[in-house]
């Protein structure tokens, strides 16, 4: 798969990369960061240390969860070989529907 990306695909990948990366530090060097507070939702949450850290909590369980669900369709693939959409296209949406093929 990385030689079927055209070279100019990379050097979109790259720039984009580069740009989140210059927006992250330009970001941490604002008067009233706080760490963690990319996009500047300390605004959106309780003024309190705890508010802040009960938002960040649920911040981190949504990104762990997000982990185990790309780690399942992942694991779904290698098993029955298809990917995630083609196995709802083929009919095959219940969990051990693929198997046997």
Same mark, same amino acid.
């Given at each position: 798969?990385l030689t079927? %990306?055209?070279?100019?695909?990379w050097a979109q990948?790259f720039?984009?990369?580069?740009?989140i990366?210059y927006?992250q530090n330009k970001?941490?060097e604002?008067?009233?960061?706080?760490?963690? +507070?990319y996009l500047?939702? =300390?605004e =959106?949450v309780e003024?309190? +240390?705890? #508010? =802040?850290d009960?938002?960040?909590?649920?911040e981190?369980?949504?990104?762990?969860?997000?982990? %185990?669900?790309?780690a399942?369709?992942i694991?779904?693939d290698?098993?029955?070989g298809?990917?995630a959409?083609?196995q709802?296209?083929?009919g095959?949406? #219940?969990?051990?529907?693929?198997?046997?093929?």
């Amino acid at each position: 798969a990385l030689t079927e %990306v055209p070279l100019i695909g990379w050097a979109q990948i790259f720039v984009a990369i580069n740009v989140i990366e210059y927006l992250q530090n330009k970001i941490k060097e604002l008067p009233g960061y706080r760490p963690g +507070d990319y996009l500047g939702t =300390w605004e =959106w949450v309780e003024q309190s +240390d705890e #508010g =802040w850290d009960s938002y960040q909590t649920k911040e981190l369980n949504n990104g762990r969860l997000a982990m %185990v669900a790309i780690a399942g369709l992942i694991v779904q693939d290698l098993i029955t070989g298809q990917a995630a959409l083609e196995q709802i296209t083929a009919g095959n949406t #219940g969990v051990f529907s693929g198997l046997g093929k």
